[in-house]
């Protein structure tokens, strides 16, 4: 008995996330939303950021059934000075930040030849230019207060081999997953590590508008799990990077989850 309690201390040391505050960028989300229960269970105070307040109130409601503390901060953040009040408000109420997980997103099915420069834009505003902007405003806050700091990007298992139908996406995840090794590099020796989750397939508004049978069928004949991933299955991850003692060494790292489906060929 004794060694389990003790084994159960050094894994609560590891993963323990007491005392630290995370933001969650895109938290009204399906994936991100478990992510924020999941961070919540293993101590942290979460702060959900996005546009619904009747998404986010589920959210808060299953965070706080557990215990956890929460609460919602409504921003565009495709606006980098909504994003740097979410930082003052988040301050303010919270007194610091730890971690920041970028996982807002939008999708396109519009074929290559069809889409205009305009929704082009978009998506690489919102996918891309966002993701950089939160990095931006939190990383100046952790440099100029001489904190350290976890950022996790939300990529897409299409950012490292392009899918069809979703060329614009997979072109923005892609160069997320490039720009947060950027950023690792850049800010490595200074207490900030960047890391990109990778997810597979998930029940995600993301993938609605482009999944029919087929496509369903495609996708599990190409995963050697032969399912989709379940959102529960990204919080063990997300707190490996998120920590500050079972990831230090974690950074400019692309963690893939995904049921094999990239180690998957003919």
Same mark, same amino acid.
């Given at each position: 008995m004794k060694k389990n309690l003790k084994t159960m201390s050094y894994l609560n040391q590891l993963f323990n996330l007491e005392g630290q505050v995370a933001v969650i960028i895109g938290g009204t989300g399906e994936l991100c939303g478990h992510m924020?229960?999941?961070?919540?269970?293993?101590?942290?105070?979460?702060?959900?950021?996005?546009?619904?307040?009747?998404?986010?109130?589920?959210?808060?409601?299953?965070?706080?059934?557990?215990?956890?503390?929460?609460?919602?901060?409504?921003?565009?953040?495709?606006?980098?000075?909504?994003?740097?009040?979410?930082?003052?408000?988040?301050?303010?109420?919270? @007194?610091?930040?730890?971690?920041?997980?970028?996982?807002?997103?939008v999708n396109s099915p519009t074929p290559v030849l069809d889409i205009t420069v305009d929704e082009f834009k978009h998506i690489m505003d919102v996918n891309v230019a966002a993701t950089l902007q939160a990095c931006q405003v939190f990383a100046k806050?952790?440099?100029?207060?001489?904190?350290?700091?976890?950022?996790?990007?939300?990529?897409?298992?299409?950012?490292?081999?392009?899918?069809?139908?979703?060329?614009?996406?997979?072109?923005?995840?892609?160069?997320?997953?490039?720009?947060?090794?950027?950023?690792?590099?850049?800010?490595?020796?200074?207490?900030?590590?960047?890391?990109?989750?990778?997810? @597979?397939?998930?029940?995600?508004?993301?993938n609605k508008a482009v999944l029919d049978e087929s496509r369903v069928e495609s996708i599990l004949q190409h995963t050697p799990m032969q399912r989709f991933g379940n959102p529960e299955e990204l919080v063990g991850p997300v707190i490996l990077l998120a920590s500050n003692k079972a990831g230090s060494f974690i950074t400019g790292h692309e963690m893939v989850v995904d049921g094999g489906f990239n180690s998957m060929s003919i």
């Open positions: 924020a229960i999941g961070l919540a269970q293993a101590g942290a105070e979460v702060v959900l950021v996005g546009r619904s307040q009747a998404k986010a109130d589920e959210k808060l409601t299953a965070i706080q059934k557990n215990g956890g503390k929460s609460y919602f901060i409504p921003a565009d953040v495709s606006d980098k000075n909504a994003l740097e009040k979410v930082l003052d408000a988040v301050i303010a109420q919270s @007194g610091k930040v730890d971690i920041l997980i970028n996982g807002a997103g806050y952790w440099l100029s207060n001489d904190k350290q700091g976890s950022i996790i990007n939300l990529g897409s298992i299409s950012g490292i081999n392009p899918l069809s139908r979703v060329f614009s996406y997979s072109a923005s995840k892609a160069a997320v997953h490039n720009l947060s090794k950027n950023l690792a590099r850049e800010w490595a020796n200074k207490g900030i590590r960047v890391n990109t989750l990778i997810p @597979g397939f998930f029940p995600a508004e993301q």
